[in-house]
């Protein structure tokens, strides 16, 4: 899946205690541990991004002790981070927000019962995060991650929003795109490839609709489809070679045999930048 840009710096401290903003005391090795993980996924010049089964070692290494601390960092607006560099810089907390809540969906398979009620719990309150510059994004995977847990109300009331506007709005691009986003995010890949096309159809110079639509056929194993997203999506300006090469969301596209010629394609792009 695409990914969203933003620029930092890296500096690493050590804290051996640490209490939220709540004043309830937390495992700060695991916290830590957690932050550190999640630090891995942020580029120094290119930001952020997420595809399906990226936080596997979160899984296989902690297993549900995660989901708790990515809960807190993805919901608490005054979550003090032990990497206190992180508190400084906004750029990376919004960041390491938004991952921590994929990260809170990657992992639904260790939900246990309790853990899908407290996450319940949590995502509903009206103080949940929505108060920063990427709202819209976090709302959209608060839906996905209560969606996951079989609460589809939010998701529901977002689609029907969107699907009402596209009645008045017919062809609207950007209404169309943000219905197929909807669609990837909680795997119904069928309709996201049927509004990913809708949405080239009104304007076939969107990138990142070949982009993401490249994913879709990535992930419903139809390499041959992919492919030529893909390199829709190149032909119209996408150039973040770094990003193709790691979203694993395109994995099912790697073995074709236009791959490589793909890669070369956009490294030779990129020589003229």
Request: charged content about 25%; glycine content about 6%.
């Amino acid at each position: 899946m695409i990914k969203i840009n933003v620029i930092f710096f890296f500096v690493c401290c050590v804290c051996v205690i640490n209490v939220n903003a709540n004043n309830k005391k937390i495992d700060s090795a695991l916290y830590k541990d957690i932050e550190q993980e999640l630090l891995r996924y942020i580029d120094p010049n290119e930001g952020a991004g997420y595809f399906k089964g990226q936080f596997r070692k979160l899984q296989e290494k902690w297993k549900e002790k995660a989901i708790l601390p990515l809960l807190e960092i993805f919901s608490n607006k005054d979550y003090h981070y032990i990497h206190d560099h992180i508190n400084n810089n906004e750029d990376i907390a919004f960041q390491m927000s938004l991952l921590a809540g994929e990260g809170l969906f990657d992992l639904q398979e260790v939900y246990t019962d309790t853990l899908r009620l407290q996450i319940k719990k949590t995502l509903n309150k009206k103080n949940a995060k929505s108060y920063d510059l990427l709202g819209s994004y976090r709302k959209n995977l608060t839906n996905k991650i209560l969606y996951a847990i079989g609460d589809t109300e939010k998701f529901d009331k977002k689609l029907r929003f969107l699907l009402r506007g596209l009645h008045y709005n017919p062809g609207n691009t950007k209404w169309l795109y943000e219905i197929a986003m909807q669609y990837l995010g909680v795997g119904d890949i069928k309709n996201s490839i049927l509004y990913f096309n809708k949405s080239i159809d009104s304007d076939p110079h969107y990138v990142f609709a070949y982009y993401n639509l490249a994913c879709a056929y990535s992930l419903n194993n139809e390499a041959s489809k992919g492919i030529n997203a893909l390199e829709k999506a190149i032909d119209n300006g996408y150039d973040n070679l770094d990003w193709l090469l790691s979203d694993g969301d395109l994995r099912g596209i790697h073995k074709h045999p236009r791959f490589e010629k793909l890669v070369k394609k956009l490294k030779k792009i990129n020589s003229y930048k």
